[in-house]
Each structure stands twice: as structure tokens, then as C-alpha cells.
């Protein structure tokens, strides 16, 4: 992520300085390590997981040379007649078996995937080649016509081509996706190595919150945070503790911090974190731990609160670390996506920079910046550019639905269409 060039806003006394992203981001990674909790699971079960030991191939893939066709195998110098050459087939090679040697002057019947038989150089695939039945006993798999001369080694997979014995396949911090679990899976790995699924307590903060399914008083709204960070840490790989809703006082607030603190690795909160006098997450983190409160130079998600709870039961000198989000949901979701989604890759042991954002066009002008660098939602469209939604209120939830990515708009820069602007794409880092 890249500085903030503008003059610094105004400082107000009771939040801490305005800090780039970039400085948020390395003060938070620079704090939490990684938990170091390892599992050995089965390799189906890898899915998602971070490893955490290198997985080291014990054997070369493919094992032995083999047919990537249906076709011959023949060794090229019996073409004497070159294309047309006919060959008497000595042998038949289906995928698994292992042939004979092959016959001087001979070609072998071979299917995708059999191991090629000592002594053939090229395998000719079946669509060049003509079949000729056999005529009695001593010419059991007939001959065949090779209509065309191969290059040496065409249509033969090379032994080890793919991945050499004693070969890293997977380091160490690398995410289990689809393709990872088949590469584990093709060096013969049933069972690996991952980091532990970090354990995360989640609580919502304000009086106003209702659940979902009850009634809505005047003055209400429904909690929406709660339900959105659940889902994006269980996309991250989390295991989630939901302690609910937290009242706006101070004797519950720290009683949820030591509910929270215990047994898990990292509390995540929305809401609270202004300096409003119904924000009473900072004396309760006073109490109960230690906390900083940053102004993030970003819009949405200006206030973050980063600390420490201690853990209760005499766990010695251990600590939960805690993120305090901003409640507006599009802020608590930005925030988490920037900040909270790689400190849960630093306790996994994972890779925690931000992905490269790609450069994509932006079909929309945004003529009146910030003086915060912006994260705009935005969705990509059929001609290969970006669409701004409308309405960019740091509470319209609707943005982010509609959207799938996020603009990343340097303080100050005002786009025009056709512009060239940074892109994040939500369905990668929050999912
Ligand atoms: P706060 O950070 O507590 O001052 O909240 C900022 C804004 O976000 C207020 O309008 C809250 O009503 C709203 N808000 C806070 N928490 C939630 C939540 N869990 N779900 C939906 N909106 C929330
Ligand atoms: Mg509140």
C-alpha cells in the first residue's frame, strides 16, 4: 500500500495521530505472531488450511515415462520407409500395466497414461495411424500403418517431468486450495501438517441492535455486523466464538473482553470505538488489557482499536489479541478486509501482504476526493472496466453486496473516466 502524500487532518487530542494504512497494517503484524497450534489432518480435510511444514515429494511425478495418447510406441529408426512404414504390433499396453521390452522392429499398442516400454522413442497417436487386423495366431495384436514420422519423445510424459523426488511441491504458509490438496495428493501425502484454525471471539456493541427475527422498537436497527464478520472470519479459516451483543456499559463491556479473552487467540468487536460518551471500549480495554486507538487516514473506517486482553486462570503472561472495528458495517467490513484479514494470516502462518492490486479502468469519474485514500465499491463490468455504485455511504451495506471489489483511490485523486485505478477484488480476500 502506498503513503499518504496530504497534509495531515486536523488531530483530535482523544484518538491517536492519523496513521496511513500502511503503518496500521505493519504495526499490527509487526505485534501478533504466529499461535504455532499444528494439526495433522487428513489431506481432504486440508481445504482452507495454512501448512505448516513444507510438503517434500518422495517420489517423481509421473514415476516412469508414459503415454500422454492412445496410439504406438515404436522406436523412430524402424520408420525405415518413413510415413507409411508398416510395423507388426508386439504387444498391448493399457493404462497401469507395465510392457516388455520393446521388439526390435515392432510397435507396441499403448493407451493414455501406460508406462512406455523400454526402447520406444516416440509414441504416434492412434488418429495417424491405420490398424490392421490380426490374420492368425502368430501375429496376435496384428500391425499397424504409421502415417506420420513423430519428433523423438512426441506424446511421451517424461519421468519426474511434473515434480523431481525430494522436491518442495507445497512451502510452508501456503493456503490449501483445490489445486494444492490434488498436488499433496499426487506425491502420495494422505495426511498433512497445518496450522490450527485461529479461534476467534466475536461480539457486536450499541444498544440500538436487534436481532434478525424480532421486532423492530423505534429507534432500532438490526445488527448486520455480527452476522457479516461471522461470515467473513469462518472465510477465513476461523473458528468463531459469537458472544452476541454487548450493551453499551462499561461493566459489560469488560465482561465480555474476559469472557472473550479466555481460550481464544483474537476478539474481534464492531462498534464502540469512537470517542462517544456511549463508546466504552477503551476504559473497558484500559481495565481488562491494553489498547491503542488509531485514526486510519481511510474512508471508509477512519477509527480502529488495536490491544491486548489477559487471558484469565493464570494462563502466565498470555494475552488475546483484540480488534475493535468501526460499526458502520461497510467500515467494519473494509477494515476488516485491510487489517483484520492479515493478522488472521500472520496467526496462521500464512503470507500476509496485501495481494497486487490490479490496474483495471475506471468507467466512472469521481471528481470531489477525499483527503483520506478511498476504498470505493465498485463491480466489474462486461468491457473490462469498473462501475461505481451510487451511493458510497460508509452504512449502505447495498454497495458491497452489489459490488466486487473495492477501488483504491490515492488521497486527493480525482478519476475520470477512463482512468486507471487500483482494483481489490473482494471475492479474493473476503470471500
Ligand atoms: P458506533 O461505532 O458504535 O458509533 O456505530 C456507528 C454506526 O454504526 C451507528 O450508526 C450504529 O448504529 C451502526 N452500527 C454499529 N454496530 C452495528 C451493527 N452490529 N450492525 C449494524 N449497524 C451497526
Ligand atoms: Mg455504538
Redesign the pocket.
Known amino acids: 500500500m502506498t503513503e499518504i502524500a496530504s497534509a495531515p487532518a486536523p488531530r483530535p487530542p482523544a484518538r491517536g495521530p492519523l496513521i496511513s494504512a500502511d503503518d496500521a497494517l505493519a504495526r499490527l503484524l509487526a505485534a501478533v505472531v504466529p499461535s504455532g497450534r499444528i494439526e495433522n489432518v487428513a489431506t481432504p480435510e486440508a481445504w482452507g488450511r495454512v501448512l505448516a511444514q513444507d510438503v517434500v515429494s518422495d517420489v517423481h511425478v509421473p514415476p516412469e515415462d508414459n503415454s500422454a495418447m492412445d496410439g504406438y510406441a515404436l522406436r523412430i529408426a524402424d520408420l525405415v520407409n518413413g510415413a507409411g512404414t508398416l510395423l507388426p504390433v508386439s504387444q498391448r499396453i493399457a493404462a497401469g500395466q507395465v510392457g516388455r521390452p520393446l521388439a526390435a522392429g515392432t510397435a507396441a499398442r499403448i493407451f493414455t497414461g501406460a508406462q512406455v516400454p523400454l526402447g520406444a522413442d516416440a509414441v504416434v497417436m492412434q488418429e495417424v495411424c491405420e490398424a490392421i487386423a490380426s490374420t492368425g495366431a502368430d501375429d496376435a495384436f496384428g500391425s499397424v500403418r504409421v502415417n506420420e514420422v513423430p519428433a523423438p519423445g512426441m506424446a511421451i510424459r517424461r519421468q519426474g517431468e511434473d515434480v523431481r523426488r525430494g522436491h518442495v511441491v507445497l512451502k510452508a504458509g501456503h493456503r490449501m486450495d483445490a489445486a494444492a490438496i490434488g498436488l499433496a495428493a499426487t506425491v502420495g501425502m494422505a495426511r498433512l501438517h497445518v496450522a490450527a484454525c485461529p479461534r476467534v471471539a466475536l461480539f ?3 444498544d ?2 436487534v436481532m434478525p427475527g424480532e421486532p423492530l422498537p423505534p429507534g432500532a ?6 452476522f457479516m464478520l461471522g461470515a467473513l472470519l469462518r472465510g477465513q479459516g476461523c473458528v468463531v466464538t459469537d458472544l452476541g451483543n454487548v450493551p453499551d456499559r462499561l461493566d459489560a463491556t469488560r465482561a465480555a473482553l474476559r469472557e472473550a479473552a479466555a481460550g481464544n487467540d483474537l476478539i474481534i468487536s ?5 470517542v ?1 460518551e456511549e ?1 466504552h471500549l477503551k476504559p473497558a480495554l484500559a481495565a481488562e488489557g491494553r489498547l491503542d486507538l488509531w485514526s486510519i487516514a481511510i474512508k471508509p473506517g477512519k477509527p480502529l482499536a488495536f490491544g491486548a486482553v489477559r487471558r484469565p486462570g493464570g494462563e502466565q503472561g498470555a494475552e488475546t489479541w483484540f480488534i475493535g472495528l ?4 461497510v467500515s467494519s467490513h473494509v477494515t476488516f478486509t485491510l487489517f483484520v484479514r492479515p493478522v488472521i494470516a500472520r496467526l496462521q502462518g500464512a503470507q500476509a501482504q496485501m495481494p497486487l492490486p490490479i490496474r483495471m479502468r475506471a468507467d466512472f469519474a469521481w471528481p470531489r476526493p477525499d483527503r483520506r485514500r478511498e476504498f470505493l465499491r465498485v463491480r466489474r463490468n462486461a468491457d473490462g472496466g469498473l462501475d461505481l455504485y451510487a451511493n458510497q455511504g460508509s ?1 449502505v451495506l447495498t454497495s458491497l453486496a452489489w459490488g466486487d471489489g473495492l477501488a483504491d483511490i490515492e488521497p486527493g485523486q480525482a478519476v475520470q473516466p477512463g482512468d486507471m485505478v487500483r482494483y481489490l477484488s473482494l471475492a479474493e480476500l473476503a470471500p
Open positions: 457486536s456493541t450499541g440500538e441492535l436497527i438490526y445488527n448486520s455486523n455480527r464492531s462498534g464502540g470505538v469512537s462517544g463508546d468501526p460499526g458502520n458495517p452504512g
